[in-house]
């Protein structure tokens, strides 16, 4: 389904703001989108990006001219405007953002009513709407109006799934980088209602992301490193552009990949609901099949993309998704990806032990992963697949091709569905190992390339 669309990528409708996102483009979309809804109202909310303000005044009075009644709730991260969605009784919701897109990117995620991104099957119905131009026309207009709540709804929900009484007993020390994204809005407010001390960084909302760019990655975050150490917090956290994924760092400034931190999040939730389900894209950590046995839960696999995780939680009434990436998906609240709701997850977990993070993380298993990007065409990605199924090593090819060398090493690549990139992803039992698959297959990827 993910390969038939045209508009659709990996998350949402993404291009750079007048260029492929041209403002006529934006209002044929949002008539699509209406069109699919049928009905209002429609919850609009947006990150800090430079163009998302006049990108919502043309969402809202497109949605109007259909006749589809519409309310705004301003500059909130994704998560909170899936929430209020779901919560405050809207049809449907559209979060203008890029996520973790450069500035000049901007985009469009489509909510249903459950507060979850629409599947790929309704992406598809979208998209079918804008390429025949059946749209829906009326000649009454729909109302434009303000909504106030979605912030205190979103933070009320966080805490019920929490003991705040023992999370503020601690009195916990955190460094937040907001990373001049739309987590500014929430994460600030939260760890106040909890007790913790906080410092920011990158607070200040700025659609350039002047302080380390939008995406958190190892690279980028040294000041939060270094500012943990420095302040002697507990530990740090860094959101992305739109504030759906968190990146932590224990209280020695060491950086943890959004797998590690998923496999202690998905073994404290497992201990007080076992017999689960966990839901995991392809090139998620193996780890968790381990975790996951402990408690005699079950580990289901997707595509890559939080929609994939997202509608398989909700079919299979799963209660923990995650991607590598940093999405981590707690279904008693949402079953979306929920930088803030991650946050409040480790803050009860360190409340209710006496041990640090870096402590916790070395209770879990070993393993070592790591990513690698290059420049790449669909045509380009075809030699790649080309090279690496000639391999002889057992083949996954649910997204892209994922090649397994024993139960604990394995590499895969995948045309990535936002950007002209492959993006490769490897795991190992050990540093060298990994080094020694990520070289061999860079090179291979490489060769394919200059063919």
Same mark, same amino acid.
């Given at each position: 389904?993910?390969?038939?669309?045209?508009?659709?990528?990996?998350?949402?409708?993404?291009?750079?703001?007048?260029?492929?996102?041209?403002?006529?483009? #934006?209002?044929?979309?949002?008539?699509?989108?209406?069109? /699919? /809804?049928?009905?209002?109202?429609?919850?609009?909310?947006?990150? +800090?990006?430079?163009?998302?303000?006049?990108?919502?005044?043309?969402?809202?009075?497109?949605?109007?001219?259909?006749?589809?009644?519409?309310?705004?709730? +301003?500059?909130?991260?994704?998560?909170?405007?899936?929430?209020?969605?779901? &919560?405050? !009784?809207?049809?449907? !919701?559209?979060?203008?953002?890029?996520? &973790?897109?450069?500035?000049?990117?901007?985009?469009?995620?489509?909510i249903a009513r459950d507060g979850i991104e629409i599947s790929r099957e309704d992406e598809l119905k979208v998209e079918e709407f804008y390429f025949t131009k059946k749209w829906k026309i009326t000649d009454q207009f729909g109302s434009i109006t303000k909504e106030s709540k979605a912030v205190s709804t979103y933070l009320s929900g966080i805490k019920k799934q929490i003991d705040v009484r023992k999370v503020k007993s601690r009195n916990l020390k955190i460094v937040l980088d907001i990373g001049n994204g739309a987590q500014a809005v929430t994460a600030?407010?939260?760890?106040?209602?909890?007790?913790?001390?906080? @410092?920011? #960084?990158?607070? %200040?909302?700025?659609?350039?992301?002047? +302080?380390?760019?939008?995406?958190?990655?190892?690279?980028?975050?040294?000041?939060?490193?270094?500012?943990?150490?420095?302040?002697k917090s507990d530990f740090g956290i860094a959101f992305d552009g739109d504030g759906?994924?968190?990146?932590?760092?224990?209280? /020695? !400034?060491?950086?943890?990949?959004?797998?590690?931190?998923?496999?202690?999040?998905? %073994?404290?939730?497992?201990? %007080?609901?076992?017999?689960?389900? #966990?839901?995991?894209?392809?090139?998620?950590?193996?780890?968790?099949?381990? @975790?996951?046995?402990?408690?005699?839960?079950?580990?289901? =696999?997707?595509?890559? !993309?939080?929609?994939?995780?997202? =509608?398989?939680?909700?079919?299979?009434?799963?209660?923990?998704g995650f991607e590598e990436n940093g999405g981590f998906m707690y279904g008693k609240h949402n079953q979306v990806r929920d930088g803030s709701m991650t946050l409040a997850i480790l803050l009860d977990l360190l409340s209710n032990g006496k041990n640090s993070l870096s402590q916790e993380m070395n209770s879990l298993p070993p393993s070592f992963t790591a990513k690698e990007k290059i420049e790449c065409s669909k045509d380009d990605f075809k030699k790649i697949m080309k090279i690496l199924k000639a391999e002889p090593y057992k083949k996954d090819l649910t997204d892209g091709i994922k090649l397994s060398f024993d139960d604990s090493s394995w590499i895969m690549v995948r045309l990535s569905g936002t950007e002209p990139i492959a993006r490769i992803y490897a795991e190992s039992f050990s540093q060298s190992k990994l080094d020694d698959i990520l070289a061999k297959y860079l090179q291979k990827v490489k060769t394919a390339l200059d063919r």
């Open positions: 389904m993910v390969c038939m669309a045209k508009l659709f990528g990996t998350n949402g409708v993404r291009g750079v703001f007048g260029e492929d996102l041209t403002l006529g483009f #934006i209002s044929k979309i949002t008539l699509s989108i209406a069109s /699919f /809804f049928k009905k209002g109202p429609i919850l609009v909310g947006y990150d +800090g990006r430079e163009s998302s303000v006049i990108i919502s005044k043309i969402v809202t009075a497109t949605l109007s001219s259909a006749g589809m009644d519409s309310a705004v709730c +301003g500059i909130v991260p994704t998560p909170c405007l899936q929430f209020a969605t779901r &919560h405050l !009784g809207y049809n449907g !919701g559209i979060m203008i953002t890029a996520s &973790h897109n450069p500035p000049q990117y901007n985009g469009m995620k489509v600030p407010m939260l760890c106040e209602d909890l007790g913790c001390e906080t @410092i920011l #960084i990158n607070e %200040k909302i700025d659609g350039t992301f002047p +302080g380390r760019g939008s995406e958190p990655t190892p690279q980028n975050l040294n000041k939060l490193s270094s500012m943990v150490i420095k302040s759906d994924r968190s990146i932590f760092c224990d209280e /020695f !400034g060491k950086i943890l990949t959004g797998d590690r931190s998923a496999l202690l999040l998905s %073994k404290y939730i497992l201990k %007080k609901y076992p017999k689960s389900k #966990i839901i995991t894209s392809v090139n998620s950590t193996l780890i968790i099949e381990k @975790i996951a046995a402990n408690s005699k839960s079950k580990v289901l =696999r997707t595509r890559v !993309g939080s929609v994939e995780v997202s =509608r398989k939680m909700v079919k299979e009434n799963a209660i923990i």
